[in-house]
């Protein structure tokens, strides 16, 4: 069978072909929308017209018989009208109101999860990990899993002072961006590079070898036509292994996750926040990584307890303290806390005003 | 199609109410045996607390050198159906809009040519076909070309731009974020398939400072949709969420940033003047305020993961850009972007990295751009700057 | 005259010798103090004993005649006890009553100027400039006087939303301590060094004279036994001449001054802050300053204008946005206020939040 | 004793309020040659808007190393009698006290063998005898040292340390300034004559976070007081401010920084486990609030001027340390910093350079302190971080 006649740099369809009808019609002319439900939202424009959207939980990872049935769910209740979130939810876009019970109906049924919308907890946003990625020091479809099923209750139902956005990222490149998220995992490395000296001369380009430590701890080899590590100055960030496979970084025993928190992107009331670190190591322990669901759900209990409404949990840590964060989460401060890379100094505490 | 082979680990992953992508791994491997290899090498990383996957050398399809991600396994002897096996990213549709008929044409390609496994979507934004062969990466390509359908970006090129649901979906939107999304990706397809630059670049586009798309954390050009004008406010509205059981003073007032609202319990007044357009106030009562007056972007440069100098957000370039088709100010402004970066970049330097190695003044003086107060958080602290001979006018103020 | 028996070692005299008596009793006991005056203030001791304190401006460069004549009136009217403030004020410290209004009589018949306590504009602390310092690139005292010559009723009259702190340093040693302070001037060069080659080698220590150079612009230079200095990294700080004087960096014609403002040091409501740039230059223009008199001039007043009571000046630039702060004050913005040195990225606007 | 030199520039600075510092060399220089060639340079400096001063070698006196500053006029033959004017620094008193007898002593000696120039005081702290030739550096020391007076430092050396007026006259002094001051010039008489540092060492020393001695800004280490209970709410007196025009709620309630005040008219609260003793309500009601329970320091370290790294200010070491005489603790505490900073500091690296430069965890466990949130303002963002061997225990959390 003959292939297709290819094309190049067509770029994508058209959006338009996509938009349901009452899109097209009130594109750019919404005037409100209510949240009816932890998973279903109406948007109202200055028209009058509405669109309901249902949103259902997605472990982002579909095969194409799930595809293939919410393709036919939306054909049934929704005109073949469909999205995925930012953050990889599927919505179910109504048009029609009639179409909205049976829907959710036929949702519940098929165990489709329903929620995500408003302050709660909505899909993490992740990465490949041991799916796809060389690179990963954890699997981030597997830490989703069990951090999600922990937290099923604040996606279908309840409430939070505000949204709590979770990401993971298998390695330190962090795909999943978790550099901004209320509470995310990042896996690292603990232990250094091993460098197979007979492989680097062929796979790696030196120059670029060494420039990828941001510590400057590589330098030339030139007996060996290879690259050395200087072992004080290696903190185990693998990026010499992305750039030069040879240097191999895994090592299972001391591969794990650390925890940040307290990031945002959004700008309201405050401006975007970077995460910080609040736990600076917990080994893998699959399947299940039971100690990172209990260390996330410290931080997440006492974000529920301690924060005011609207308040993101970056915010409800600036208002108490960093030192009361640790206190009332009980996580312990070590060494590894404090900053001692390029902008350390910005981190240090330049006054004589704390809590007890 | 024989038996699925036995993964214990995984199928711990099976229990709990969230959807599992393990269901999702075995649906597959039932007909597919690059989804049944992927399925046991993934069992051999949860026993072994470690992946198995290789560097891939370039892979791609002809004429393009972006767009797939190559990838082989490490144990090929133990799981050969994966033993090459790479992603192929098909650039999305901007707002994450489809029809089931899109969907299934899609599935019924990737089950010919593919291990039956995608991701909805990657995090830069495309649609991730998750693994398959070298040698099925042209005829998959055909299929979806064919059809319309594009790869998205890879390397060291543009990335595939992506967007919020904007005006397709939200009242806040101040810009067409799915049309400049659209339009950028169609204008830059070269930069896009063909990795010419220093490294990879990506474009994401918010329609206002909520950022429902994380533009201002992870895209070297962060399009984010603002105004000019004052906030209109409907009393009776305020009313109706006072009544529905909101704390105006404390929710609203007292959480405004720049401290330009007050309520006496009956009327809601805001100091335009001071407002800084932080979002909280209309997204909380989104029935009662409204921005009103001129729309346009500001435009942020520099975001990015933690290599090599730490994770960067995005900092303001543009305070206000106009934003109608066809774009054309932001695309010159982007090609004299790329054009900078092109001229002094290192390799692996992405945009931002490259700006605060040479400082902002040279930056801001090649593109163009008039230094502002808007771009910084707070003037240096330091007297160490430079002058330019023609600012040294002896005996001049300044 | 043989010299009397010199000591080593031996420290400065213990302090108790030099407190007033009411002081030696009360150490450690006051209860509270109350500001009668601009100039004038009481400490109450918990047993119900009194201090008054009366301020008194300084130049701070002190003649032995004037010195003797403060402390004659000491004598006078304190029983011998005065201090000088952190801030190189004069305070008689009266722990008689009736001794109160007759010293500020005098004071006043001699026209010492008193005031400064409180939510004014006090002493200006500052450095030794053209008058003995070899580094400076302007003069000190010259504007300090022409400062507090205009600001003299904020030191004897007039409140403000808070104290403010002036501060000035002659070179960008920052013997003043200017980075710290509500509104500050700093005196900078504009010009690359002059090296004097033949002397270099004589003078100076080559790697400390490389060491010394914020941005590493220079070099050995073999040839020469001397360095050389790659010009477009030069940013004109003189701290090579510091350790080198044979690299010149006086230039009348260039030298002047930079105004920072918006620090703090104390910790209430809001942590120490730094002084942040805002006018990168004027030209020296002694005797008087015209210029830069006007600059601070307008920085006090739209404090004045602008400031909630209790807030400090960069308070209140923070709270309105800088921004707004290059607005009210009509002061322009140019590419030196944008940091470019090592935490040039920590202070880039990453929100996109900002008023117009 | 001949006439003035015309001044004319210099003239225009005894106009306006303030008083003269040109009066003051003048009221000199009419009885001083040095004074006079002092205020005739000066004019020259004023006219050509440029210092004439060279940087000194050594100067000083005998076993000293510190305490003298050399200073030459680079125009020595048209002001032959600054040819040499080093400055001469004494030993302050703690707190800044004097007595009129001892203000006149010093006169009378300086009148003797110096320009009769002072600053009461220099920013460090020290007295500074204003501009003398270099024969008379030892007379000067053995009038001063035999009356109980010694040099301050300079240098690299310990600097003289300096203090707010605390417990003397001040009714939220924690700790006790001036006996802590006067304790470790004692206790560091060496450091301070004899520079063997890489470079200066300055201690500053206030009694609450006031912070009236700017230690904070100033200080390579900044001991500030602080107490560890509650805050003592006297109500009457709150209404007693309340009557005398103070706005409880905004000026008060509202500028907490934690937010662990309120007032409904009646009575004021704290939440003291919130409260961070930052100092405002206390400085601004002082007749109602009173700390209460242990009182001790706050020892922070690495403030500094620009050079080289960029102005720094001091950051927390040891957030609560007991101040009772002879305090050992603190000495020992400085000394284990000096033996650190001696290890690995390079030349004219200031302590907190060297911090930086080393890292925290380098520093705190040379010195024995455990680390504590209270150090940073924030924890790291970036996953970039050591371990050392004994933490990695395979298979152990942490
Ligand atoms: C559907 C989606 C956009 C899309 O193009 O797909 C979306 C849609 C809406 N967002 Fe969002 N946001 C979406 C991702 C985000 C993100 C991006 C992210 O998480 O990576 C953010 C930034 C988070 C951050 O700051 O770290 C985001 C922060 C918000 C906020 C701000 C919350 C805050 O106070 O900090 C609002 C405003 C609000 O609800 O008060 C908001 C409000 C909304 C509204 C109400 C806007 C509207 O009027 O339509 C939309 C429905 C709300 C909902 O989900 O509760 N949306 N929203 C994204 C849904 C993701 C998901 O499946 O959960
Ligand atoms: C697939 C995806 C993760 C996912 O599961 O969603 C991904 C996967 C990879 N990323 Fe990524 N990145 C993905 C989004 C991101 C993002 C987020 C984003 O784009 O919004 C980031 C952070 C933002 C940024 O760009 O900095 C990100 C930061 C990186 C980096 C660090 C770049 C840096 O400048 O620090 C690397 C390392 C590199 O480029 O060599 C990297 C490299 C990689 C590589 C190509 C690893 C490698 O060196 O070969 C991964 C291939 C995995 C695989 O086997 O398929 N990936 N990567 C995302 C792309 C899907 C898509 O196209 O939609
Ligand atoms: C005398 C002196 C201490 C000394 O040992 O010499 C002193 C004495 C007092 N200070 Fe101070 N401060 C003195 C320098 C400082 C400094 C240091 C500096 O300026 O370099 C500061 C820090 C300034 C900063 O933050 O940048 C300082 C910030 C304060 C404040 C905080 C103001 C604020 O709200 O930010 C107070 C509290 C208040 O008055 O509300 C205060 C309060 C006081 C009180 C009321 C304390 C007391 O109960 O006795 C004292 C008299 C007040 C006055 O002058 O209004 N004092 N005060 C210093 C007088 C300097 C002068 O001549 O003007
Ligand atoms: C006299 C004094 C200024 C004044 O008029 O008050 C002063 C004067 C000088 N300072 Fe200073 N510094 C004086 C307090 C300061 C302060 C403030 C303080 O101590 O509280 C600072 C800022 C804080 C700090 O230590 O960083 C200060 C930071 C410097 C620096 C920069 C040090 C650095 O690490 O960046 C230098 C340069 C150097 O050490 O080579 C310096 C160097 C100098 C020299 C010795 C210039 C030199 O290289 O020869 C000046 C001698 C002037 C002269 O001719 O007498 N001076 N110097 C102050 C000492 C008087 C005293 O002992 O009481
Ligand atoms: S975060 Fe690292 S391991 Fe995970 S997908 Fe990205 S590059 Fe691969
Ligand atoms: S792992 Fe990171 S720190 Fe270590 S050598 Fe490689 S790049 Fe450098
Ligand atoms: S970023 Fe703004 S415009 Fe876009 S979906 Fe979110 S709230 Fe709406
Ligand atoms: S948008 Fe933000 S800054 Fe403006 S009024 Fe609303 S809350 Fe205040
Ligand atoms: S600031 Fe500079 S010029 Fe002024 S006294 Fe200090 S070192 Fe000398
Ligand atoms: S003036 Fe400063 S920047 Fe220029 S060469 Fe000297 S030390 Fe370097
Ligand atoms: S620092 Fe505190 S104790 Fe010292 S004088 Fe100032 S207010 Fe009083
Ligand atoms: S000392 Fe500061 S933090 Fe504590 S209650 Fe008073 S104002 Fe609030």
């Known amino acids: 069978m003959a292939a297709p006649q290819r094309r190049t740099d067509i770029g994508p369809p058209h959006y338009k072909d996509f938009l349901p009808p009452v899109i097209q019609k009130n594109y750019g002319n919404w005037k409100y929308h209510e949240i009816l439900e932890p998973g279903v939202m109406v948007h109202v424009a200055n028209s009058g017209d509405k669109i309901w959207s249902v949103r259902v939980a997605s472990p982002r990872l579909l095969s194409t018989d799930t595809l293939r049935d919410i393709a036919d769910i939306a054909a049934k209740y929704c005109g073949g009208y469909l999205r995925f979130t930012t953050r990889n939810n599927i919505e179910f876009l109504v048009s029609d109101e009639k179409n909205l019970n049976p829907l959710k109906e036929e949702l519940k049924k098929k165990g489709y999860m329903m929620g995500g919308i408003g302050p709660r907890v909505s899909n993490i946003v992740h990465t490949q990990g041991w799916i796809h990625c060389h690179s990963a020091a954890s699997d981030a479809s597997g830490l989703v899993k069990v951090l999600m099923d922990e937290f099923a209750e604040y996606f279908t139902k309840k409430e939070l002072p505000n949204r709590v956005r979770l990401a993971v990222a298998c390695c330190t490149n962090m795909c999943g961006a978790v550099h901004c998220s209320d509470i995310a995992i990042v896996a690292v490395h603990r232990k250094i590079p091993q460098i197979d000296h007979e492989k680097v001369p062929n796979m790696c380009e030196i120059p670029s070898t060494i420039a990828a430590c941001p510590t400057g701890a590589i330098s030339p080899d030139p007996a060996k036509k290879s690259v050395k590590i200087k072992e004080d100055k290696c903190m185990y960030c693998g990026n010499c292994f992305t750039v030069c496979p040879p240097m191999e970084i895994h090592d299972p025993e001391y591969d794990g996750v650390a925890i940040v928190a307290g990031g945002k992107v959004g700008n309201l009331r405050t401006p975007p926040k970077f995460s910080k670190l609040v736990v600076p190591f917990i080994k893998n322990n699959p399947p299940r990584w039971p100690e990172v669901v209990d260390a996330v759900k410290k931080i997440l209990n006492a974000y529920e307890k301690g924060a005011m409404k609207h308040e993101r949990v970056g915010e409800w840590i600036e208002r108490i303290g960093w030192e009361k964060f640790f206190k009332v989460t009980g996580l312990p401060f070590t060494h590894q806390h404090i900053d001692d890379f390029l902008i350390a100094r910005e981190t240090f505490r330049t006054s004589a005003a704390f809590k007890w | ?398």
């Not at chain 2, 046991?40 to 004429?63: C, F, M, P």
């Open chain 2, 1 to 398: 199609m024989s038996e699925l082979p036995k993964t214990p680990l995984l199928d711990e992953l099976e229990k709990g109410p969230w959807p599992s992508f393990v269901t999702e791994i075995k649906k597959a491997a039932k007909k597919n045996l690059m989804a049944k290899d992927e399925l046991a090498q993934l069992e051999k990383s949860y026993t072994d607390k470690r992946g198995y996957w290789k560097h891939g050398g370039i892979v791609g399809v002809r004429g393009y050198g972006a767009g797939v991600i190559g990838r082989y396994s490490s144990l090929p002897d133990q799981f050969p159906n994966v033993a090459n096996f790479h992603t192929v990213r098909i650039n999305s549709i901007a707002g994450f809009f489809y029809t089931s008929d899109a969907i299934k044409m899609m599935c019924d390609i990737w089950d010919k040519y593919g291990s039956g496994l995608t991701n909805f979507h990657g995090s830069t934004g495309d649609i991730i076909l998750l693994g398959t062969n070298t040698e099925n990466l042209e005829p998959l390509f055909a299929e979806f070309s064919s059809r319309g359908w594009d790869l998205g970006g890879s390397g060291s090129a543009m990335r595939t731009p992506s967007c919020c649901v904007g005006p397709a979906r939200c009242e806040w939107s101040n810009i067409d974020t799915l049309d400049i999304t659209y339009s950028i990706t169609q204008e830059f397809q070269d930069e896009l398939h063909r990795p010419a630059f220093p490294y990879k670049f990506k474009f994401k586009t918010a329609g206002c400072a909520v950022d429902c798309i994380a533009s201002i954390a992870r895209a070297d050009c962060s399009i984010i949709g603002t105004w000019k004008g004052n906030i209109a406010i409907d009393q009776d509205a305020v009313k109706w969420y006072e009544k529905n059981g909101m704390n105006i003073q404390e929710e609203i007032v007292n959480r405004c940033p720049t401290k330009c609202m007050s309520y006496d319990g009956k009327t809601l007044k805001i100091n335009d003047e001071d407002c800084s357009r932080c979002m909280h106030c209309i997204a909380k009562m989104t029935k009662a305020l409204k921005p009103t007056g001129e729309r346009g972007a500001t435009i942020l440069i520099g975001s990015k993961a933690p290599f090599v100098i730490g994770a960067t957000l995005s900092w303001v370039i543009i305070p206000f850009m106009k934003m109608e088709p066809p774009y054309t100010e932001l695309k010159e402004f982007t090609r004299k972007v790329w054009e900078y970066w092109d001229e002094y970049g290192k390799n692996r330097e992405r945009i931002g990295e490259l700006i605060i190695r040479r400082g902002m003044r040279d930056f801001l003086e090649y593109v163009g751009i008039q230094p502002d107060p808007r771009m910084v958080k707070e003037p240096r602290r330091d007297p160490f700057y430079f002058w330019k001979e023609e600012e040294l006018v002896p005996n001049s103020k300044l």
